[in-house]
């Protein structure tokens, strides 16, 4: 690989950061006792990245919050302080490099480049300890189980109401079918007393021969006369 390429791929990534620190950046600026480097070298921990600062400046880390950055793929640090000495010239300047410069503060410790920009959007550092911070995932977790247990129970409840109305409607289904068959079986019991020559509701158990005057019903079937009643 060229030189040239190299350096153009470092000032890629260097483009990349700086738009990445502008985001974080509001364009307001508030000093809000927070640091953002978007490049920590990987060989840097929390330890050694705390040592450096507290030795290079007038101030007091209280906690480091380290993470891979999705756009660069560098490690990115987040440095909360918790003291600042305004009184000390090199950590004034620091301060008023970051709250009146649109570019970075660059940091130059044991060998290394190190670009500051102030976090304008720093998390709050946890009110409880880890032992308390333990016992309330303990706690997050038993209502996770409850509210599995309880979505649980309502899944059976609507298995079985959905089987219950699969019962219904095979009932219902079978219903239909036997009403069709008893109307099927009706029209032919009413085809055999039309070819008997009997209305539909006379039938020829009825004590009576039919007699020989017939009318028509007007639908082409000839009725017999009912006999006169006694």
């Known amino acids: 690989m060229s030189v040239n390429s190299s350096n153009s791929g470092i000032s890629n990534i260097h483009q990349i950061m700086y738009k990445e620190s502008k985001e974080i950046v509001d364009k307001e600026c508030v000093w809000t006792n927070s640091l953002f480097c978007p490049r920590v070298p990987n060989d840097m921990d929390k330890a050694s990245l705390r040592e450096a600062i507290e030795t290079s400046f007038a101030v007091k880390v209280e906690r480091i919050d380290m993470n891979n950055s999705l756009k660069t793929g560098c490690v990115q640090a987040f440095i909360h302080l918790n003291f600042w000495n305004d009184g000390d010239n090199k950590t004034k300047k620091l301060k008023h490099i970051l709250m009146t410069s ?3 503060y660059v940091w130059n410790i044991w060998s290394v480049k190190l670009h500051l920009f102030v ?12 032992h308390q911070l333990a016992n309330s995932l303990v706690i997050c977790r038993e209502l996770i189980d409850k509210q599995a247990d309880m979505i649980n129970g309502l899944n059976n409840q609507l298995e079985n109401q959905r089987l219950i109305v699969q019962t219904h409607e095979s009932h219902i289904s079978a219903l239909f079918q036997q009403q069709n068959m008893l109307l099927f079986q009706l029209k032919q019991q009413q085809q055999v007393c039309y070819r008997l020559g009997y209305p539909p509701n006379v039938g020829p158990n009825v004590g009576y021969p039919p007699p020989l005057a017939a009318v028509n019903n007007g639908f082409g079937h000839t009725l017999p006369v009912p006999p006169p009643q006694v």
Request: no cysteine; aromatic share 0%; hydrophobic share 5%.
């Open 119 to 130: 976090n304008h959007k720093p998390i709050p550092t946890p009110t409880q300890n880890d």
């Open 102 to 104: 649109s570019t970075p």
